[in-house]
């Protein structure tokens, strides 16, 4: 079983920056991948960044040129790096592993259902 943890986010005004980090145990060795997803209040979690578990597959934003997605796996963490935030932006933020059956890392975008473990979130209000 993995167990993921987010740390990292907070409250900012329009135009700032945050770095929300996941921190993860357990077997991750073994998934194909890892996600950040955001919820906001009333709508559906919608992916926001994917990155391949073997590090070797570049990783997928959904937000190009204002959000990037890396990870370190000697430390077993992944860091999704958020600049030039707007009030679209506010929600809660989830850290996922899970498996690609296939798909793309794209795909991994849209599909949560790929994800089989999440983390508890981390809350991004901008304001």
């Known amino acids: 079983h993995v167990q993921l943890a987010e740390s990292g986010g907070g409250s900012v005004q329009a135009g700032g920056s945050l770095r929300p980090s996941c921190a993860t145990s357990g077997h991750t060795i073994s998934r194909d991948c890892m996600g950040w997803f955001r919820q906001a209040p009333g709508k559906e979690r919608v992916g926001v960044a994917s990155i391949g578990s073997d590090g070797g597959t570049p990783s997928r934003v959904s937000v190009k040129g204002r959000f990037t997605f890396s990870q370190d796996n000697a430390k077993e963490t992944t860091t999704l790096r958020m600049t030039n935030l707007n009030p679209e932006d506010t929600g809660m933020y989830y850290c996922?592993?899970?498996?690609?059956?296939?798909?793309?890392?794209?795909?991994?975008?849209?599909?949560?259902?790929?994800?089989?473990?999440w983390g508890q979130g981390t809350q991004v209000t901008v304001s």
């Open positions: 996922a592993a899970g498996w690609l059956f296939g798909h793309s890392i794209n795909d991994a975008l849209l599909r949560p259902t790929l994800f089989d473990s």
